[in-house]
């Protein structure tokens, strides 16, 4: 069977996304959770669906949902959703950030 897991960084971006798209409307905050779910499952059916992105590490692949991007990885029996970013904000820095801790 094939699934997806989610990084507890990934968790904490959901969070987040959740919390400023609810200032405008909880139904329009679940709804875009609601379809960054979705896409997770679209994924894990077609993991090579998304772009190949080895300028921010070996094996990340990106995929755009609305204005979020959803960064993953490929893994047995499906996916790792590593985070879900803003599609404005510096993606490397976070990334490099990310690396040093």
Same mark, same amino acid.
């Given at each position: 069977?094939?699934?997806?897991?989610?990084?507890?960084?990934?968790?904490?971006?959901?969070?987040?996304?959740?919390?400023? %798209?609810? #200032?405008?409307? &909880?139904?329009?905050?679940?709804?875009?959770? !609601?379809?960054? +779910?979705?896409?997770?499952?679209?994924?894990?059916?077609?993991?090579?669906?998304?772009?190949? %992105?080895? #300028?921010?590490? &070996?094996?990340?692949?990106?995929?755009?949902? !609305?204005?979020? +991007?959803?960064?993953?990885?490929?893994?047995?029996?499906?996916?790792?959703?590593?985070?879900?970013?803003?599609?404005?904000?510096?993606?490397?820095?976070?990334?490099?950030?990310?690396?040093?801790?």
């Amino acid at each position: 069977m094939q699934n997806f897991r989610i990084s507890t960084a990934a968790e904490s971006d959901l969070t987040h996304i959740w919390i400023y %798209r609810a #200032e405008s409307g &909880e139904t329009q905050a679940d709804e875009l959770i !609601e379809k960054l +779910v979705e896409q997770f499952t679209v994924l894990v059916t077609f993991p090579e669906a998304g772009r190949n %992105r080895p #300028e921010i590490k &070996e094996g990340l692949r990106s995929f755009v949902v !609305e204005h979020h +991007v959803i960064f993953y990885r490929p893994i047995d029996r499906g996916i790792e959703v590593v985070r879900i970013l803003y599609g404005t904000r510096d993606i490397e820095s976070v990334f490099s950030d990310n690396a040093s801790k």
